[in-house]
């Protein structure tokens, strides 16, 4: 390959180098500092997990409960923050709140200084690690309150990080098999390679700007539909489908017409996306304990059945957006929130990645290829036509 010829999306081009994840493609196989993300899935938590993809490897109980116990202690947040929110309209969508909500955080967190090496540099970097993962959840549940118009609920100490996110939105004792689901749920979605939100989170993180604001481009690029809010439009594409015997009509219709049918495919995989196996194997398992598997439901599984027929020769097959959406839509949880619990999961990923740039950074300066007209000589305006 050229140094001069051009890729779109950049895709197949190594950005950097990374000992946190890897996918292979062909197998359908994601793994987490070499563990397998269905193992960790079932028996690991969002805490361990996170702890795991920070530092490299899976935490001794004393470690795990020492930042578990730091994680609860730092889920409040500044009550400037809060009237900041109160002031954004309520129609401004969770993800917007969260990518300005979180870049705000560097008012309270400053400090670029503290990212060129030394202990200082060390202690700061972890310190503000645990605050930005802590207070994500914290946001997205205070504004499900606020954009309605309600005080939002303050957090406990004596509860999970999922727990406490469920807690956050209704006021209610957790559910345990909704929280373990949710938690699930986050460790699925914590971390996936080199997507275009941690791409994001590299250029960023490069020029040594504030972790806030990393974080806070990160977020602006899960927003798109491309990338994180895939989720909320396969429930939306449920809905409009509205009926099983609906689904092969609709499909072959989108098909025809060279639509897309929201999450189908996976640019890194050829086979079926492992978390979409594993959500899909927990929804079965915990709908049918609660009160049966919903109509929601049972249209995604006829939609992954048509798409498999007719897309699966192509290796297009359902990704993890496509049944995240419809657990959390079971959970309760508006569609319009689907992304920023994304964004509360991928936190993990992103904070990984940023600190593994920073210990052998280097800017991220690409090339282009140009374009554009050759040599010109400017016109004045009188003398132009």
Known sequence: MSCKEYIPGLAGVP?????????DGEKGILTYRGYDIADLAE???????????????????????????QMRENRRVKYNLRELMKNLPHTTHPMHMLQTAVASLASFYPSTEYLE?????????????????AHMATLVAMWEHLRHGYDPIEPRKDL???????????GEEPDPEWARLLDACLVLHAEHTINASTF????????????????????????????????????????EIGDVKNVRPYIEKRLKNKQV???????????????????????????????GLSKTFEIA??????????????GVYPNVDFYSGILYREMGFDPLMFTSIFAVARTAGWMAHWREQLQN???????????????RCYIPLEQRG
């Open 15 to 23: 950005a950097t180098k990374s000992a946190i994840s890897c996918i």
């Open 43 to 69: 028996n690991s938590t969002f805490e361990e997990t996170t702890l795991l993809l920070l530092y490299g490897e899976l935490p001794n109980r004393a470690e795990l409960e020492a930042f578990d116990q």
């Open 117 to 133: 090496g030394g202990e200082e540099s060390r202690d700061y970097i972890n310190e503000v690690t645990i605050k930005i993962i």
């Open 160 to 170: 999970t990080y999922a727990e406490n996110f469920l807690y956050m939105l209704n």
């Open 200 to 239: 994001t989170t590299l250029v960023v993180g490069s020029t040594l700007a504030n972790p806030c604001s990393v974080m806070s481009a990160a977020i602006g690029a899960l927003s798109g539909p491309l990338h994180g809010g895939a989720n909320q439009k396969v429930i939306e594409m449920l809905d």
């Open 261 to 291: 049918i929201w999450g189908m495919g996976h640019r890194e995989y050829k086979t079926k996306d492992p978390r979409a196996t594993i959500l899909q194997k927990l929804a079965e398992e915990v709908l049918r304990d609660k009160a």
């Open 301 to 314: 599984r006829e939609v992954g059945r048509v798409c498999e027929e007719y897309l699966g020769p192509k």
């Open 361 to 375: 950074n280097k800017i991220f300066r690409p090339t282009q290829i140009y374009t554009g007209p050759g040599p």
